[in-house]
């Protein structure tokens, strides 16, 4: 079997001895709550949003104020909003990252300014951060690649420096921390992620932590059409729509499964922890293998992707998937995306790294031996 070109990997059938590069989890007691939530008044945004929001900021954001959304690409948008972002400004983000990052940046009219990754994070590199800064600078936007958090003390003194709010991306890092302090809590904005496959699913749906308590009833607006939906369902016609919004809420029927997965996500990390490191104890010192995003002395990990830096990938992808292993790139660089304009010149780190890393599977539906019988295919060795 040959593997075609990146885009075009296919998926192999799980019917087979498969082991998929990611599988949605599904809390036990995510069924029953979304039946309860059916039977109920509420299936739309009703009292279970309100209360899942609560139990979520108090575990990952330190209780600071939130909305939860339709998705994680729905929070950046409110969040760029709302840190007032306009037409003609620019906002230096990572070009490695899934568009979602960048995307709600050409809803307003606002240019993405690509910086370079790190070399053995791929997260954002600080310093190219710093050279990026112009006049027409609004945001900075960093994203904690696979679950590891970015440089946070730097980037802090680069936005109290010039004055710019940073915007957390951690749609990979539900439950990472920084120098203790948990990803969520830490910047003027965070966005999570409960897409299909993230740590906590809601089906689809997202989380914007906003540490500036007054935005928050401006964010409730723009989350439904601008509308005050206290005053509405008071019955009172008088408030008027000043905001432009959109129909970005949460449901109840996903709320229900985010309940449900807050009551695990403890064991939850930690089996993704285990895997982690079982892959991390297999995969050292070998030729060719570089283990990327390791966590490290600053950090809590939050165990999302397990990422290899190798030669000869797309034979190392060729063995793995016909031992029916599903490997991929997950994120591309944004900058080939036509959307985005053209290729930039000045990321060679992302040059050098573009055809060398793949993502290997990490999920709860995973073993310990699932890891090792990954782990000795690639001992086995490939063609570069």
Same mark, same amino acid.
């Given at each position: 079997?040959?593997?075609?070109?990146?885009?075009?990997?296919?998926? &192999?059938?799980?019917?087979?001895? +498969?082991?998929?590069?990611? !599988?949605?989890?599904?809390?036990?007691?995510?069924?029953?709550?979304?039946?309860?939530?059916?039977?109920?008044?509420?299936?739309?945004?009703?009292?279970?949003?309100?209360?899942?929001?609560?139990?979520?900021?108090?575990? *990952?954001?330190? @209780?600071?104020?939130?909305i939860?959304?339709?998705?994680?690409?729905?929070?950046?948008?409110?969040?760029?909003?709302?840190?007032?972002?306009?037409?003609?400004?620019?906002? =230096?983000?990572?070009?490695?990252?899934?568009?979602?990052?960048? =995307?709600?940046?050409?809803?307003?009219?606002?240019t993405p300014?690509?910086?370079?990754v790190?070399?053995?994070?791929?997260n954002?590199d600080?310093?190219?951060?710093?050279?990026?800064?112009?006049k027409?600078?609004?945001?900075i936007?960093?994203?904690?690649?696979?679950?590891?958090?970015?440089? !946070?003390?730097?980037?802090? $003194?680069?936005?109290?420096?010039?004055?710019?709010?940073?915007i957390? /991306?951690?749609?990979?890092?539900? @439950?990472?921390?920084?120098?203790?302090d948990?990803?969520?809590?830490?910047?003027?904005?965070?966005?999570?992620? *409960?897409?299909?496959?993230k740590?906590?699913t809601?089906? /689809?749906?997202?989380?914007l932590? +906003?540490?500036?308590?007054?935005?928050?009833?401006?964010?409730?607006r723009l989350?439904?059409?601008?509308? /005050?939906?206290?005053?509405k369902?008071?019955?009172?016609?008088?408030?008027?729509?000043?905001?432009? @919004?959109?129909?970005?809420?949460?449901?109840?029927?996903?709320?229900? !499964?985010?309940?449900?997965? &807050?009551?695990?996500?403890?064991e939850?990390?930690?089996?993704r922890k285990?895997?982690?490191?079982?892959?991390?104890?297999?995969?050292?010192? +070998?030729?060719?293998?570089k283990?990327?995003?390791l966590?490290?002395?600053?950090?809590e990990?939050?165990?999302?992707?397990?990422?290899?830096?190798?030669? @000869?990938? $797309?034979?190392?992808?060729?063995?793995? !998937?016909?031992?029916?292993?599903e490997?991929?790139?997950?994120h591309?660089?944004?900058?080939?995306?036509?959307?985005?304009?053209?290729?930039?010149?000045?990321?060679?780190?992302?040059?050098? +790294?573009?055809?060398?890393?793949?993502?290997l599977? &990490?999920h709860?539906?995973?073993?310990?031996d699932?890891?090792d019988? =990954?782990?000795?295919? =690639?001992?086995?060795?490939?063609?570069?």
């Amino acid at each position: 079997m040959s593997i075609p070109e990146q885009n075009e990997i296919p998926i &192999l059938d799980l019917s087979e001895n +498969i082991i998929p590069l990611f !599988m949605p989890h599904m809390p036990k007691n995510a069924k029953k709550y979304v039946t309860d939530t059916l039977d109920s008044r509420w299936i739309g945004q009703g009292p279970k949003v309100d209360e899942f929001e609560r139990r979520f900021s108090e575990r *990952f954001c330190g @209780g600071l104020p939130g909305i939860s959304v339709g998705s994680g690409t729905d929070a950046l948008h409110l969040a760029y909003l709302l840190a007032g972002v306009e037409a003609g400004d620019e906002v =230096i983000t990572p070009v490695f990252t899934c568009t979602a990052t960048n =995307i709600p940046l050409l809803y307003i009219g606002a240019t993405p300014v690509f910086a370079d990754v790190e070399p053995n994070t791929l997260n954002i590199d600080t310093e190219h951060v710093r050279r990026l800064i112009t006049k027409k600078t609004k945001a900075i936007v960093c994203v904690h690649y696979g679950g590891l958090p970015c440089r !946070m003390d730097e980037l802090h $003194r680069i936005g109290q420096e010039f004055n710019i709010p940073i915007i957390e /991306d951690a749609a990979h890092a539900v @439950g990472a921390k920084f120098n203790g302090d948990s990803i969520g809590s830490i910047s003027d904005f965070t966005m999570f992620s *409960f897409q299909a496959i993230k740590h906590i699913t809601t089906g /689809d749906g997202g989380f914007l932590a +906003i540490k500036n308590a007054d935005l928050l009833e401006k964010a409730k607006r723009l989350r439904w059409f601008g509308i /005050d939906r206290t005053k509405k369902q008071m019955g009172i016609w008088e408030n008027d729509i000043v905001d432009i @919004g959109y129909k970005y809420q949460l449901t109840d029927i996903g709320a229900a !499964m985010g309940l449900a997965a &807050l009551e695990e996500i403890d064991e939850t990390l930690a089996l993704r922890k285990r895997l982690f490191d079982r892959y991390v104890e297999g995969l050292q010192n +070998i030729d060719n293998v570089k283990i990327l995003s390791l966590p490290n002395s600053e950090t809590e990990h939050a165990y999302w992707l397990f990422t290899i830096e190798v030669e @000869g990938r $797309r034979n190392l992808q060729q063995k793995l !998937m016909s031992n029916g292993i599903e490997s991929n790139q997950v994120h591309y660089r944004n900058d080939r995306y036509s959307i985005f304009g053209q290729r930039r010149a000045d990321l060679p780190e992302m040059d050098r +790294i573009e055809d060398r890393y793949v993502v290997l599977p &990490l999920h709860t539906r995973m073993s310990l031996d699932d890891v090792d019988r =990954i782990v000795n295919v =690639i001992r086995d060795g490939w063609s570069l």
